[in-house]
């Protein structure tokens, strides 16, 4: 089993950062690929970002690409989210997710509790 844990949520006026992280339990050969996913009310989970332990490829949404970035820290079994120019349409709760294919739906194996960003305008 993978334990995933994010912290760095929190209230950020537009425009600023935030720098989200996932700490996995345990980093497995099957579940190679990390995602993070946010949700807000009323609207389905959608996919953000994912990373390969192995190569460390990305994979971004198109509404982020350019303002977010991915990355892993290999021996720390850590995963980063680093947003910048945030916007009020960030506001969501964000999770992290953990799977054996880097895809954008929600097919990941595990999650984390989530973490909730909110912008202010």
């Known amino acids: 089993q993978v334990q995933l844990v994010e912290s760095g949520g929190g209230l950020v006026q537009a425009g600023g950062s935030l720098r989200l992280s996932c700490a996995a339990s345990i980093r497995t050969f099957r579940n190679n690929v990390m995602g993070w996913f946010r949700q807000s009310p009323g609207k389905e989970r959608e996919f953000i970002a994912a990373i390969t332990w192995s190569t460390g490829n990305t994979l971004y949404t198109d509404s982020v690409k350019g303002r977010f970035t991915i990355s892993r820290d290999y021996a720390k079994n850590t995963v980063n989210l680093q947003m910048n120019s945030l916007k009020p349409e960030d506001t969501a709760v964000y999770y992290c997710?953990?799977?054996?294919?880097?895809?954008?739906?929600?097919?990941?194996?595990?999650w984390g509790q989530g973490t909730q960003v909110t912008v202010s305008s």
């Open positions: 997710a953990a799977g054996v294919r880097m895809v954008t739906t929600t097919g990941y194996e595990y």
